[in-house]
Every structure is written in structure tokens, then in C-alpha cells.
């Protein structure tokens, strides 16, 4: 019965020592993950999301629906009921994409967002940190201008990133932009780059894989600088989908080791994954000059959007399966070389969701490259959460320390 007592307060310790975290624009659960990947000391007090499909998703995987609903419903007061220490936030992009009519805060999808943040003003306990995620072009927008101002009304130090997987050695080029947000007295450990806009993440990695891209365009910096850093694409690949070639590769240079999960996605529904992935000659085509192509040996793959399978022009790249990365020179025509769509779980390895992640069977094809495509880098956002969470020590925790020891 002691012993009981003493578990019981054990763990009742430890969950005493986190931080309370709300994940907002919840998806799949990137930013779950990347909280995972990090190491944090953290709960999620609440996911939101309004879509449905993503919700089964999340829930299939944590365990946990979250709040399904506009979060453009949630008052300051909803908010402060949550006492929440840290807020992830990954809103909608369409309003800043290039690709898009860029109509910014005028968009109806960029409301959510600033509703919460106008929200923040109206909180008697504001949230202590701020992760948010989007576009790039999103730091040239009306609705990140109105961010900023109300994050230094209410005392918040930030320092914001552009940042691809191709910096953290994954062969995936996804630029995206992140704001890093604590509110005074937290700092950086790296105060020197407050208030600045960088493109390397050697402010809180300085390690071997990442390289300093200041004065690049946004884009990923030097590409064939990071090419070399990066581990081919083959290591992202189902392995059933090898040929058998590209399996006595892997064995030559892994030994047995299966490096990505060469499990179907959780419902076991696509027996016959080759025809399934495959591009058909008519797209090859009409399409083949727009096409990127990749082979298990690249280094770089295109950015994933949510339209990857439903269009081939610019949504992502489409592998060959057939010869080796000299083979698009020699190769009289694309359809030689036996293109294939990257499947599902290919796409979450590239954005180095785990193993364990699922999706619920009841999810079609096209459900999931559109939340895969919608969601984000755990290897780069896990790091930028470390760094966020590091120094923010009780001792200078301001008002919510009751749930840090
Ligand atoms: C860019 S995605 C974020 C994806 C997420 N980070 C992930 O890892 O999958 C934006 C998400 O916000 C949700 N969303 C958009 N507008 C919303 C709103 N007003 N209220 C709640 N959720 C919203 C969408 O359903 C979508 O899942």
C-alpha cells in the first residue's frame, strides 16, 4: 500500500513537472511529434482542429479526439481555462502561398489566426511560449506585421527561421517559416538573434549537418551544398516497393537492416501497391516536362502538397524505379523508367513521422496525401522546440508555476 502511495505520487510529480501545451491547427499531429522527437516535458492539454478526417487521424495515433470546431469560436476566457504554458500553431497557408491569390488577412482562412492572437491581448494569463508554423511569404504578410505587434504588446522576445529538411539532413526540400516566441522574463539562450529573420539553424544546432545559409533566397539556400549532407532517398522508401537491385543496395550498404517501416498504412487495404502507384503513361505524356523525377539515389525530392496524386505538376516528385540516377540522360523517354507516386508512408518518412505512426484504415489514398501534404517536418521542427522549451527555467517562470515543480 506504501509503495502504491509513493507510485501515485511519483507520477503524479512528473506530471506536475510539465509544461501544458495547446496544439492549435492540430492536423495529424506534426507538432505532437516533433514535442515527442524533442523530448519535451510536455502534455497537450488540447488539440483543435475542424476537420474531421484529420481528427480520426490524430485520434487513431494519440490516443486523444481533439476539440473539433472553429477556433475562431474560442473566447480569451475559453483560453485562459486551459492554463496553458506553450502554444503551437500551424495555420491555414493557402492566404500566403505563392501559388495562391495571396489575399492575406483578407482571406476567410486567415481569420482563425488572428482572432486567437487578438485573443492573447484579452487573456489574464497569456501563454509563457509560441511556436508558429507556415508558408514562406508568410513573413511579408499583413497578418504576420499584425502578429508581431501584438506579440510585443504583450511582452514576447521572438526570433523566426526559414528552415528545410534539407538542413537537417533529410534528401526533402520543404522550406517553411517558424516564430519562436517567449514572453519576457523567458529568453533565448541565444539572445543575439532576437528580432531577426535567419535561414541556418546554427543558432541552436551547431553540429556538422547544418550549414549557414544567410543571404540565400528562401528557398533552400545552396542545394547541392546540402545535397552531399543528406541521406539518399532510398533509405525513405517501403522496402517491398524495392526492386531487387535497389534491395541488394540496401543490404550492401545497411546490411539487413530496414531502414523505413515496410508496413501497409495500418489497414493492410492496398495489396497491389504497384499498380496503385504507378503513373500512367497518358499523364507521362501530357505532364513528363513538369514532372520532377527522382531516383532511390537522390538527394533532394520535391515539397509534397496536399494535391500530390490527385495532379502531377508541381505537388511532389514521382520516383523512378527503373535504372540508376544516370538513367534520365540516357533514357529515350520518362516512360522508361517506370514512374511511380512516393505512397503514403513514403511521404511521413520523408517528413520523419515514426514507425508507429497509422493511418486509420478507413482513410482513402487521396484522404492521406492531402493530410500528409498539409503537415510538417518533425525533423525540423523537433529542434526549433527544443530550443524554445531550453532555458525556461521555474525560477523565472512569471505567474503559472503551479505546474512546475
Ligand atoms: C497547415 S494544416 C496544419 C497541419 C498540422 N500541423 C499537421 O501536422 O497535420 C492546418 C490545419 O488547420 C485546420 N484548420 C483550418 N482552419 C481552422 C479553423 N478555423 N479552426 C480549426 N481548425 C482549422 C485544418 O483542418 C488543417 O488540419
Known amino acids: ?195 531577426l529573420i535567419l535561414r541556418t539553424p546554427s543558432p541552436f544546432m551547431p553540429s556538422k549537418n547544418n550549414q549557414s545559409t544567410d543571404g540565400s533566397d528562401g528557398n533552400d539556400g545552396n542545394q547541392e551544398e546540402f545535397n552531399s549532407s543528406c541521406e539518399p532517398i532510398i533509405n525513405f522508401l517501403e522496402t517491398h516497393f524495392l526492386t531487387g537491385n535497389q534491395q541488394e543496395y540496401m543490404t550492401f550498404r545497411f546490411g539487413t537492416e530496414v531502414v523505413s517501416s515496410p508496413a501497409d498504412d495500418g489497414g493492410g487495404t492496398y495489396k497491389n501497391a504497384w499498380d496503385i502507384y504507378s503513373v500512367a503513361p497518358s499523364l507521362i505524356e501530357r505532364w513528363g516536362n513538369a514532372m520532377d523525377v527522382v531516383f532511390p539515389e537522390s538527394r533532394r525530392c520535391c515539397c509534397f502538397t496536399k494535391s500530390y496524386y490527385r495532379y502531377v505538376k508541381g505537388t511532389g516528385s514521382l520516383l523512378a524505379t527503373s535504372g540508376d540516377i544516370n538513367s534520365r540522360l540516357e533514357a529515350p523517354s520518362l516512360i522508361e523508367l517506370g514512374l511511380r507516386f512516393f505512397t503514403p508512408r513514403e511521404v511521413a518518412n520523408l517528413h520523419s513521422f515514426p514507425a508507429e505512426f497509422h493511418f486509420p484504415s478507413h482513410t482513402s489514398l487521396r484522404q492521406r496525401y492531402a493530410l500528409l501534404g498539409n503537415s510538417m517536418s518533425v525533423a525540423v521542427v523537433a529542434p526549433l522546440l527544443q530550443y524554445l522549451f531550453s532555458e525556461s527555467t521555474t525560477s523565472k517562470i512569471p505567474t503559472l508555476s503551479k505546474d512546475i515543480c
Open 1 to 195: 500500500m506504501e509503495m502504491q502511495t509513493e507510485t501515485e505520487m511519483e507520477v503524479e510529480e512528473k506530471i506536475c513537472r510539465c509544461w501544458r501545451i495547446l496544439e492549435f491547427y492540430s492536423g495529424i499531429g506534426g507538432m505532437r511529434y516533433s514535442l515527442l522527437r524533442a523530448g519535451i516535458r510536455g502534455r497537450v492539454v488540447e488539440a483543435f482542429d475542424i476537420n474531421n478526417i484529420a481528427n480520426d487521424v490524430y485520434e487513431h495515433n494519440f490516443g486523444h479526439r481533439p476539440f473539433q470546431g472553429n477556433i475562431q469560436i474560442l473566447t480569451p476566457l475559453d483560453l485562459d481555462k486551459y492554463e496553458a504554458h506553450a502554444w503551437l500553431l500551424s495555420p491555414p497557408c493557402q492566404p500566403y502561398t505563392r501559388q495562391g491569390l495571396q489575399k492575406d488577412s483578407a482571406d476567410a482562412r486567415a481569420l482563425s489566426f488572428i482572432k486567437i492572437l487578438e485573443n492573447m491581448s484579452h487573456m489574464m494569463q497569456p501563454p509563457l511560449m509560441l511556436f508558429v508554423e507556415n508558408v514562406v511569404g508568410f513573413e511579408t504578410s499583413n497578418t504576420h506585421k499584425h502578429m508581431m505587434e501584438v506579440l510585443a504588446g504583450i511582452g514576447f522576445v521572438t526570433q523566426e527561421y526559414i528552415l528545410s529538411p534539407l538542413q537537417f539532413g533529410v534528401p526533402y526540400s520543404r522550406p517553411r517559416y517558424f516564430c519562436l516566441a517567449k514572453r519576457k522574463p523567458l529568453s533565448f539562450r541565444n539572445p543575439s538573434c532576437n528580432n
